[in-house]
């Protein structure tokens, strides 16, 4: 019977691990964690991450052949297959800060391995790490090998939060990258045969590790940049009087360049697309490659700029002054459908808002109040200047209120922020909540979920992302 055991239970360890189990029913598999807390809620009810689907996956297989364990050492030992899907975030310190893989994680998990194993094992790169990293994690397990054969594969994972579950049950691809030895090609054979179990043999993608270790900073890198390039089409629509729902359906219709990725938004989010560009600037520098840097660099630089793009239409729409304001804030998560807000945009707008002085009402169905005023009062590092991380005043935290429902949000405010395409602002009722607003009420629309047409009917004044303004 194969043993796995994944180091890291996270957004990415915790359901690739679960739908392993889920499919593979004669494999045995252990997900370990440092965080005892994170632990503990996993072999709770109350899951550490909110995913549809994944608590019926979890509890199908939880006690049968799907473990969660502080015991990291045992479990690692005792594995055949090791997966490390640690965290890889962006330096902030030191050669690189601000751009560069933070990859201590990374390392200390390595050392662990190649300290506690007693037999050989096939390690398993699921963190994304920059290219070339399964030659440094080599070089720690070959001088520690005792004699034992490690082989090391890239397995990047390319599920999206909140369809995780959609996403690993039927992937568009499975990539596995190993060393051109025998050794190597054989420890590809053994992860193909679980992916095997459920994944059509066409989509598994296996190639060498540079390649694998590189398609994943790749993908994510074109991925942010549909987004950035339909961002910056949405500032010309609005200075031209274009709607930007129309020209993406236009130019979406067109198979060379397909309809998905190609919503207009306040700005992209989430742990990955940031930290993996910068880790991909860095690498270009790092090889010379400064042009080829600085194009990757402008999509992170759009992204900033439709984020402040944002704020300042909502100051310069309320007569260029939001002190004292109210503002309600739908959605503080970084997409619908996940609890996660690292990185979200809205702690750019609401740090936007607040600076400028306004009272702010933030509602989201996921995200708890404590990470909310975590995210807000820590101190931001701008990828531009890492070494000056920009703190928020207590004073101007203490104008933040977070509620429980977005009528409550929007009680008495004089505009409304959607920063989340949750379903639920969709059916939202406008008449009834325009009718407890101070007036003139505004909408801002970050992520062009409502009717535009039908709230200005209501009376709203509407702006919503590269569409045309109120006339
Ligand atoms: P995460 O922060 O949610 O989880 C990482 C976990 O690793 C944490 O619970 C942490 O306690 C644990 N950990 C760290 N060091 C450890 C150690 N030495 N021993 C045991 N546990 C340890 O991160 P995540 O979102 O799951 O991402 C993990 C990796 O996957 C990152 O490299 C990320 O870039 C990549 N990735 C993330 C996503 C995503 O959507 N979140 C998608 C694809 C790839």
Redesign the pocket.
């Known amino acids: 019977m194969v043993k796995i055991c994944c180091?890291?239970?996270?957004?990415?360890?915790?359901p690739t691990m679960a739908v392993i189990a889920y499919k593979c029913p004669s494999v045995v598999v252990t997900v370990?964690?440092?965080?005892v807390q994170?632990i503990t809620a996993w072999n709770s009810n109350q899951l550490p991450?909110y995913e549809p689907g994944l608590d019926a996956v979890v509890k199908h297989c939880r006690g049968k052949n799907l473990f969660f364990s502080t015991e990291?050492e045992k479990h690692v030992a005792e594995a055949d297959i090791v997966f490390v899907?640690?965290?890889?975030p962006t330096k902030t310190q030191g050669l690189g800060a601000g751009k560069a893989a933070d990859l201590t994680?990374w390392e200390?998990?390595a050392r662990?391995i190649a300290d506690v194993s007693k037999s050989s094992k096939i390690v398993v790169e699921?963190?994304?790490?920059p290219v070339k990293t399964a030659e440094a994690i080599e070089k720690i397990l070959t001088h520690n090998s005792k004699g034992m054969d490690f082989q090391i594969l890239s397995n990047?994972?390319?599920?999206?939060?909140g369809t995780?579950i959609n996403d690993l049950f039927t992937p568009d691809r499975v990539l596995i990258g190993g060393r051109e030895t025998p050794g190597g090609q054989k420890a590809i054979k053994v992860l193909k045969d679980i992916y095997g179990q459920w994944v059509p043999e066409e989509r598994i993608i296996c190639t060498n590790l540079w390649s694998a270790e590189l398609s994943?900073l790749a993908a994510n890198a074109f991925l942010a940049q549909r987004i950035s390039s339909i961002n910056a089409m949405s500032a010309l629509c609005e200075a031209t009087g274009a709607d930007v729902l129309q020209v993406s359906h236009a130019i979406g219709k067109d198979s060379r360049i397909g309809s998905k990725f190609l919503n207009a938004s306040v700005g992209f989010g989430?742990?990955?697309f940031q930290?993996?560009i910068l880790n991909l600037v860095y690498i270009c520098e790092c090889n010379g490659l400064s042009e080829v840097a600085n194009y990757w660099k402008q999509v992170i630089e759009v992204n900033d700029y439709q984020k402040s793009r944002f704020v300042n239409r909502i100051v310069t729409s309320m007569f260029n002054t939001i002190s004292g304001k109210r503002i309600a804030i739908l959605g503080f998560s970084f997409k619908k459908d996940t609890g996660?807000t690292?990185e979200t945009p809205a702690i750019d707008v609401c740090r936007g808002l607040l600076g400028d002085q306004a009272q702010l009402n933030i509602y989201d169905p996921q995200v708890p109040e404590q990470q909310i005023h975590k995210d807000l009062s820590m101190p931001k590092y701008n990828w531009n200047y890492p070494i000056h991380p920009v703190s928020m005043c207590s004073d101007d935290l203490k104008q933040v209120r977070v509620v429980r429902t977005a009528y409550e949000a929007t009680k008495d405010a004089h505009g409304i922020c959607i920063l989340t395409e949750w379903d639920e602002f969709r059916s939202l009722n406008f008449q009834k909540i325009y009718d407890n607003m101070q007036k003139p009420a505004y909408v801002f629309d970050g992520r062009n979920v409502v009717d535009v047409e039908k709230l200005r009917q209501i009376g709203f004044i509407v702006y919503s992302i590269g569409k045309p303004l109120d006339p």
């Open positions: 180091i890291g239970g996270g957004y990415v360890g915790g370990v964690d440092i965080s994170r991450i990291v899907s640690v965290n890889t994680y200390s998990a662990m699921k963190s994304t790490v990047p994972e390319f599920l999206a939060e995780a994943k989430g742990s990955c930290k993996d996660d690292r």
